[in-house]
Structure formats: C-alpha cells, structure tokens
C-alpha cells in the first residue's frame, strides 16, 4: 500500500460512530479510540508472539501531513470534543516514515525484525517527521493536548545513530514526548524480565527498560513537566507457568527475576527481591501490578498491562 492509498482510505467520510447494532450503548473500547488518530500502518519490530508484521505488513506505510491533519479537524468539530486527543500514534508508537536508507536491501531482507538483536544499520531511525507531526497538531485552533497513547518503542529511543542529527532528533523526542504527551502513563512493553524468554520472543533486554527510566527521570513529575508521566508496563504471563494461591481468584508468579535481585521498580533503596512474583486481580487489565517484597517485608508494586 502506497501513501497515497492510505490517504485515501482514511479521507474517506466516515461517520466515527458505532455500528446502528448498538443502539446507543456504551462501548467502552469505543471511548478509548473516539479522539484518537492513526498515524501509519506496518511495524518492524517482529516480536514473535505478535501478527501485527503477518496483517499489516513489516514495511511502515505512512500517512502525510495533510492527510492528518484533516481528520484532526474533523475531530475537534464533534459535538462532545473537548481538545484534548488520546492518541496520535499507530502499531508502535514511533514509528511514523521510518524506513531503511536503501530499500532495495530491505526488499532482499529475511531479517523478521529491524531491531532486533540489534537495530539494523539501515533503518533510519529519525523522529524529526513525528516531532513536526506533534508541533502541528499542537498548533491547531481547539487542540488543548495530544497525548500518545500507543506503545513507545523505547529501543528506538535508546538506539545511537551513526547520524549526530538522528540522535539529537531522538532526544527531543524522548523530551517531547515525556513532557508534553503523557496523559497519567507512558505505555512501554518490556514484556518479560527474563533475558532469555526475551530474546525468544525477540525484546530487547531488560537492562534496556532500566536505562530507559533512568534517561526520562530528568523529565518527570516535580523537574520540568506539570504532568504525572509515569510508566505502565506491559508483561506476558504463560498459562502453563501460573500457580494458584490462597485467596479467592488471587494468582501468583515467578517474573524470571532471581530472589535477591533489584527491580529499580520502586524508589526506596534497599529495593531487593525476598519473592519475586506478579499478582493479579481477577478484574483483567484493570489494578495490575508487580508485587515485590523485599527482605525486611516492605511491598513496593508498579501498574503493569497483563497479557494472558
């Protein structure tokens, strides 16, 4: 699918509405995209678990500027929008016209993942396209926030260019992105924390997840945001590996961390594992949390996505 393509499916008149079946009731899912924009199709990650690459395809396709910004207002003319967008984002959620530098390597390309183990020299990874997407959206009469709603690949942030330029595009992004874009939290998916389980479902150490929250500490609650950007993490949690504890619907189970190790979860020092296991409420997706106590018994817990 071509740019223009994409264009012209999303510029068609749709409605925005729920199907007539509903007749009128709430969706909550509904709720959470109605101020939402799509920025691209496509993701190059290639986790092994996720078909997003098998349906939308490896290659990002993009939408242009204006084709953007034209559905942006035709969302701020609904009746009930109060300025404030939940998303601007896609699959992953830097990802907007990033390709590789020569794309015939790429058609040639058996590599299931850009990525991963590594970022590939090819990609051009530069944010500076999405930035100037975010700056005018932002510019537009009635927009009070964007927020970014979509998983952050934060590998991408992480990753060192070749390009000084590219690396100082990544870093205003990352800048960007925590102080002006997060709506209470910033959605990352480690996925694990067991190096191993990670690299077969082809993420990014755990490591890189810790280096990540120390990078964007500087941009947090109480330095130069008024926002609450803290982080929300999204984990997976294998059937067969669960076990059931005392208490009614309460699952308890081990993360991969070894008894001993710091999680960097929490803030108070002596952050040490004496159990390491993951706690659930029966309500799914909702009060999640990793639950570690350490060996003098104090529990510190962190909101987490569970994928079961």
Known sequence: MSQEELDHAFDLPYTRLPHPKYKGKRIPAYDMIKFSIN?????????????????????????????????????????DFKGYLSDLGGPSANMY?????????????KRPSCIHPKVCPNLNSDH??????????DALPGIKKSFIGSGVRYDLLLHQSKDAAINRSTNEYTR????????????????????RVLSIMRKPSFDLFETFKKNIRPYQPGRESTSTAHTVLYLFTPRLQRRRYGGTGCHHQTTGLSSGA???????????????????????????????QNSTGKTGSTTILLLV
């Open 39 to 79: 920025l691209h199709r496509g993701c190059f990650g290639g986790c092994a678990f996720c078909t997003i690459s098998a349906h939308q395809g490896k290659f990002i396709v993009s939408r242009s500027k204006k084709s953007i910004l034209n559905e942006v207002k035709e969302v701020i003319q609904l009746p």
């Open 97 to 109: 016209q990033m390709k590789g530098k020569d794309e015939s390597i790429c058609k040639k390309c």
């Open 128 to 137: 500076r396209p999405l930035l100037d997407i975010y700056k005018a959206v």
């Open 176 to 195: 960007e992105l925590i102080v002006n874009h997060v709506s209470g939290r910033l959605k990352v998916a480690p996925e694990h924390t067991s190096d």
């Open 262 to 292: 710091s999680t960097g979860l929490y803030p108070y020092s002596d952050d040490r594992s004496h159990r390491s296991m993951v706690y659930r409420i029966p309500s799914i997706y909702i009060r999640t949390c990793i639950q570690r």
